[in-house]
């Protein structure tokens, strides 16, 4: 009979994640602490990754900080070859210019792809590198709704988004005899620092909220079992996915109920 019960153990493990400063990334670290893993908190704030990583360690749990510019590939390297080898990477960053496209300037695009897709291509690269010359790993990074769905404003922002979704697709079909799996996480609207301008404008919070079928926006840590589910052996056969954990916003088509 299979072992169930420790399928989402992560005892012994080792997990690089990206973005722990803050937001979906902290709860993610702290939550794959909580199971087992030994967690790299790593973030362009240092002081932010220290600080989680000191909140980890005040439970009894194992952690270690780290400061991580995913714009930079040096780092990168550096980071990895500081680190035990990681058995599950998690990338979170995102950066959002929220303009119609005729406004963007170059400046203003190249700073969205430059993080948002040419970021995470630097970081899953160096770190599935890694992983193939150690026996394998779970890499998961962070795509979105808008990927799939969009509104004025949100071009650029997509088109990276989307843009992660094929390139981890691709990943997965290239380095699965490595053992290497590869799946992006697609979350909805989720009251994080990225999403704080939403926050402060009410007419458009509710309206996002609207959207969901649970009328409501995510709470960080409710994103935190999607990564568990796939940095976990749950997971052994879930590659080149892509999980929506968006509270319905991508399956409904419109609001109106005929028979209310």
Same mark, same amino acid.
């Given at each position: 009979?299979?072992?169930?019960?420790? %399928?989402?153990?992560?005892?012994?493990?080792? /997990? &690089? *994640?990206?973005?722990? !400063?803050?937001? $979906?990334?902290?709860?993610?670290?702290?939550?794959?602490?909580?199971?087992?893993?030994?967690?790299?908190?790593?973030?362009?704030?240092?002081?932010?990754?220290?600080?989680?990583?000191?909140?980890?360690?005040?439970?009894?749990?194992?952690?270690?900080?780290?400061?991580?510019?995913?714009?930079?590939?040096?780092?990168?390297?550096?980071? %990895?070859?500081?680190?035990?080898?990681?058995? /599950? &990477? *998690?990338?979170?960053? !995102?950066?959002? $210019?929220?303009?119609?496209?005729?406004?963007?300037?170059?400046?203003?695009?190249?700073?969205?792809?430059?993080?948002?897709?040419?970021?995470?291509?630097?970081?899953?690269?160096?770190?599935?590198?890694?992983?193939?010359?150690?026996?394998?790993?779970?890499?998961?990074?962070?795509?979105?709704?808008?990927?799939?769905?969009?509104?004025?404003?949100?071009?650029?922002?997509?088109?990276?988004?989307?843009?992660?979704?094929?390139?981890?697709?691709?990943?997965?079909?290239?380095?699965?005899?490595?053992?290497?799996?590869?799946?992006?996480?697609?979350?909805?609207?989720?009251?994080?620092?990225?999403?704080?301008?939403?926050?402060?404008?009410?007419?458009?919070?509710?309206?996002?909220?609207?959207?969901?079928?649970?009328?409501?926006?995510?709470?960080?840590?409710?994103?935190?079992?999607?990564?568990?589910?796939?940095?976990?052996?749950?997971?052994?056969?879930?590659?080149?996915?892509?999980?929506?954990?968006?509270?319905?916003?991508?399956?409904?088509?419109?609001?109106?109920?005929?028979?209310?």
């Amino acid at each position: 009979m299979a072992d169930y019960k420790n %399928l989402f153990d992560m005892t012994g493990r080792n /997990a &690089l *994640v990206v973005g722990a !400063g803050s937001g $979906i990334g902290r709860c993610s670290a702290m939550c794959l602490a909580q199971f087992g893993a030994h967690v790299v908190c790593a973030d362009v704030r240092e002081e932010a990754a220290d600080s989680v990583s000191d909140e980890i360690r005040a439970h009894g749990e194992s952690a270690e900080a780290v400061a991580l510019d995913m714009r930079d590939t040096g780092q990168i390297q550096q980071v %990895l070859d500081r680190i035990s080898p990681p058995d /599950a &990477l *998690v990338s979170t960053p !995102g950066v959002n $210019i929220r303009k119609k496209l005729l406004d963007y300037t170059d400046e203003e695009y190249d700073r969205v792809v430059d993080l948002n897709l040419k970021g995470t291509f630097r970081l899953v690269r160096e770190t599935a590198r890694s992983m193939s010359e150690n026996g394998g790993g779970s890499i998961i990074v962070f795509s979105s709704i808008r990927s799939q769905v969009v509104e004025p404003g949100q071009g650029v922002y997509a088109a990276t988004k989307s843009g992660v979704v094929l390139m981890i697709r691709a990943l997965a079909a290239e380095l699965a005899d490595k053992g290497v799996r590869a799946n992006a996480i697609a979350p909805g609207v989720v009251d994080t620092p990225l999403t704080a301008q939403i926050k402060r404008q009410p007419d458009w919070y509710g309206a996002y909220a609207d959207k969901t079928m649970l009328r409501r926006w995510a709470k960080p840590e409710e994103i935190a079992g999607a990564v568990l589910y796939l940095a976990s052996d749950a997971s052994s056969y879930t590659t080149g996915s892509v999980m929506f954990v968006d509270g319905g916003w991508t399956a409904a088509d419109g609001r109106f109920d005929p028979f209310a």
